[in-house]
């Protein structure tokens, strides 16, 4: 993909449902009573990854264009084959926690960049439940999970990871007594919400523990899944780079979970404006303007690097830009992605011209820099991809993303929608 420098952005979007929040529909719609009808969901190649694998355990899924139809089943059915989780570490990760408990064996597998990420973080509590698991070396996919009854455990999570706890919650609904789950910092909270609004009771005990008792029913819903914030992070990220941008995104996802770029582009100096908010299923939804303003620069750490983890890659992809530069720390967790980010955000600032700091936990980069385009390597991650074309719109000349189609994992919309709001 060749990107050439922009002028400045302006239109109004609305966009494919977000990842997150339909992995878990997905999910608790197969293991729920009747039928869960989803609108807007995601586009993903990950949430087809999702959905691929609810259809080998049994349920019919219909898909019809953004609409999705899933037919729940009391207990799920035994794989013929091994579980195909693609990409996505969020469909290996949670439904590990759903087929622990069901009384069959199942392997699970992904593609060779899931292939080479940690899975010891939900071995280690779903084993403590019960489940009999073992993984390739390091704890590295392929699963075998051989579930069945399970038991509640109280748990304190050693990383803060949303997966992790969507696991131990939904293997919680297998267990008996009461499964709760404490992280050290807050980490977004869609399957709390989820379960819920599939008739789910989910405690919460204090800010980061939550838990769920074991034996209840799932009842399926209808909902239309809110637009993905993740993927409006490059849209408003490149708005936010040009004065004369307006930009504006409708039904967009804006949990408070999941919406500290809206914090994070204020902090920095955009205008940044919210209009008519609504909630559904326990999601906030609504309606967000970004315009320019002079952006300075700002220090991301502790819990807002958690909140941000999916739009760091962005947000240090425009930091030269600004005038002070970022500073990212405690991101430990951008290394076991679906690439090291860390090492190729920096690799790619660095062909751009740009000067920058690598740090085992996160990033320097410097303010006050002009860009030149370069060949961006994507390292076959989508975000990588869709946050080094956001950079290429500031820079001077023209760059090539390689492996630019990886946007199809989350966004494959993504370049024909940044055209449509591009002015050169
Ligand atoms: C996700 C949680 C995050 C995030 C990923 C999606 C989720 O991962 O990076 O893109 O949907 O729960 P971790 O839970 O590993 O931090």
């Not at 349920?59 to 009391?74: F, L, T």
């Not at 290429?392 to 919309?413: C, D, K, M, T």
Request: aromatic residues 4%; contains cysteine; negative net charge.
């Amino acid at each position: 993909m060749i990107l050439r420098p922009a002028r400045n952005i302006l239109g109004a979007l609305r966009l494919p449902g977000d990842k997150s929040v339909s992995h878990r529909y997905a999910m608790l719609g197969a293991i729920a009573q009747g039928t869960t009808r989803l609108s807007n969901f995601s586009s993903g190649a990950d949430c087809a990854s999702t959905l691929g694998c609810v259809r080998q355990l049994g349920c019919a899924v219909r898909v019809n264009g953004g609409v999705v139809e899933i037919e729940g089943r009391d207990r799920l059915q035994q794989p013929a084959e091994s579980l195909d989780c693609g990409n996505s570490g969020s469909t290996m990760r949670m439904l590990s926690g759903i087929v622990a408990g069901h009384d069959f064996p199942c392997e699970l597998h992904g593609d060779e960049s899931l292939s080479r990420r940690p899975m010891g973080r939900i071995i280690a509590p779903l084993r403590q439940m019960g489940a009999r698991i073992s993984a390739a070396a390091g704890d590295r996919p392929p699963l075998h999970i051989q579930g069945g009854a399970l038991h509640a455990i109280d748990y304190k999570m050693p990383v803060a990871s949303a997966q992790v706890k969507s696991a131990i919650l939904f293997a919680g609904l297998y267990a008996e007594g009461e499964t709760a789950v404490e992280e050290p910092y807050r980490t977004r909270d869609h399957s709390e919400q989820a379960l819920r609004a599939f008739g789910v009771e989910v405690s919460r005990s204090s800010r980061n523990r939550v838990s769920v008792r074991g034996g209840q029913t799932l009842h399926g819903i209808e909902a239309a899944v809110p637009g993905d914030i993740s993927s409006a992070a490059f849209f408003l990220c490149a708005a936010a780079l040009f004065p004369g941008s307006n930009l504006v995104i409708e039904s967009l996802l804006l949990n408070p979970t999941r919406a500290s770029l809206l914090d994070a582009l204020k902090l920095l100096g955009a205008r940044v404006s919210v209009i008519n908010l609504e909630e559904h299923h326990g999601e906030l939804v609504g309606t967000v303007k970004v315009e320019h303003g002079p952006l300075r620069g700002i220090n991301i750490e502790g819990p807002m690097s958690v909140a941000l983890i999916d739009e760091l890659p962005v947000l240090a992809a425009i930091a030269p830009y600004t005038r002070d530069g970022i500073e990212i720390r405690d991101a430990k967790e951008l290394r076991v992605k679906e690439s090291d980010r860390i090492a190729l955000v920096a690799r790619n600032l660095r062909a751009m011209g740009a000067e920058c700091e690598e740090r085992e936990d996160g990033l320097r980069v410097p303010g006050g820099q002009q860009l030149h385009g370069a060949e961006i390597e994507s390292g076959g991650d989508h975000r990588i991809a869709m946050a080094f074309s956001v950079a290429a719109l500031r820079a001077q000349g023209e760059s090539v993303i390689h492996g630019a189609e990886s946007a199809r994992i989350s966004f494959p919309e993504f370049f024909t929608m940044l055209e449509g709001v591009v002015e050169r």
